[in-house]
């Protein structure tokens, strides 16, 4: 099992995803730092070990200081492991800091997307990707013409 923490680069790149460079004045809420991190089960495990709730520690810390900020934690696998291991990350942090089911979003990727990031991770039947987005902004409603 390995540990890696990324809060202080870029996490992996990846090609279908772009970052925009221009955020309307109006529709940003809160910028603050970005935080990404990546944790590995064991196979076929979903606890979590000592070295992982670190980890979480410190994100929960930051859910609990930033109280704009929120959590997505996605895998790239599908199945019932893969939802005990997203609510296991999710619960601990929830309940050990207290923070709301709303600002916690957990997401598993298409198949397709799968496949793709198969080529960027090597044991990417484990990871979890644990990210704090940048900059939270408020979608844009073209019917009515505001943010």
Same mark, same amino acid.
């Given at each position: 099992?390995?540990?890696? %923490?990324?809060?202080?680069?870029?996490?992996?790149?990846?090609?279908?995803? @772009?970052?925009?460079?221009? +955020?309307?004045? =109006?529709?940003?809420?809160? $910028?603050?730092?970005?935080?990404?991190?990546?944790?590995?089960?064991?196979?076929?495990?979903?606890?979590? @070990?000592?070295?992982?709730? @670190?980890?979480?520690?410190?994100?929960?810390?930051?859910?609990?200081?930033?109280?704009?900020?929120?959590?997505?934690?996605? #895998?790239? @696998? %599908?199945?019932?492991?893969? +939802?005990?291991? #997203?609510?296991?990350?999710?619960? +601990?942090?929830?309940?050990?800091?207290?923070?709301? =089911?709303?600002?916690?979003?957990?997401?598993?990727? %298409?198949?397709?997307?799968?496949?793709? +990031?198969? =080529?960027?991770?090597?044991?990417?039947?484990?990871? $979890?990707?644990?990210?704090?987005?940048?900059?939270?902004?408020? $979608?844009?409603?073209?019917?009515?013409?505001?943010?």
């Amino acid at each position: 099992m390995a540990i890696h %923490s990324f809060s202080q680069t870029n996490p992996i790149s990846h090609p279908l995803v @772009t970052e925009l460079n221009y +955020y309307p004045e =109006q529709g940003v809420l809160v $910028t603050f730092p970005t935080h990404y991190d990546v944790i590995y089960f064991e196979n076929n495990s979903s606890q979590l @070990t000592i070295n992982m709730k @670190t980890i979480l520690n410190n994100i929960g810390y930051l859910l609990d200081t930033y109280k704009e900020t929120y959590l997505v934690i996605t #895998l790239h @696998t %599908s199945g019932d492991l893969a +939802y005990d291991r #997203l609510y296991s990350v999710a619960d +601990y942090i929830a309940m050990q800091f207290k923070i709301e =089911q709303e600002r916690i979003q957990i997401m598993l990727t %298409s198949q397709e997307e799968a496949k793709h +990031y198969k =080529q960027y991770e090597k044991n990417w039947k484990n990871s $979890t990707e644990l990210i704090m987005p940048k900059t939270i902004i408020v $979608t844009y409603d073209p019917e009515l013409g505001m943010y």
